[in-house]
């Protein structure tokens, strides 16, 4: 069993910039690909980034692009999400998730483990 935690959400103005953590339990770390998610008010919940287990291969989706990076630490059990120049349109809960295979996926259903999400909130 692999529990997540993330921390980093908060309230920023439009323009600003939060770093996303996401800390990891057990010793299966390093062997899994990670991913980061969002859901925001009143829509489905969608893959933002995703990044295998020794963290060489990554993606982020069209739409952050340029703003977003995803990176790892395996020594840490910790995947981070860097969000720049935000927008009011990023506000939503995010989630990061844990596959059980190493190479990285944009898929929902491979992801076994999830956290409990952190609030972001962009203002304007």
């Known amino acids: 069993q692999v529990q997540l935690v993330e921390s980093g959400g908060g309230l920023v103005q439009a323009g600003g910039s939060l770093r996303l953590s996401c800390v990891a339990s057990?010793?299966?770390?390093?062997?899994?690909?990670m991913g980061w998610f969002r859901r925001a008010p009143g829509k489905e919940r969608e893959i933002l980034a995703a990044?295998?287990?020794?963290?060489?291969?990554?993606y982020v989706v069209n739409s952050v692009k340029g703003r977003f990076t995803i990176s790892r630490d395996n020594a840490k059990n910790t995947v981070y999400l860097q969000m720049n120049s935000l927008k009011p349109e990023d506000t939503a809960v995010y989630y990061c998730?844990?596959?059980?295979?190493?190479?990285?996926?944009?898929?929902?259903?491979?992801?076994?483990?999830w956290g409990p999400g952190t609030q972001v909130t962009a203002s304007s």
């Open positions: 998730a844990a596959s059980a295979r190493g190479w990285s996926t944009i898929a929902s259903k491979d992801y076994i483990y």
């Open positions: 057990g010793r299966t770390f390093s062997t899994q690909a």
């Open positions: 990044i295998d287990s020794s963290g060489g291969t990554t």
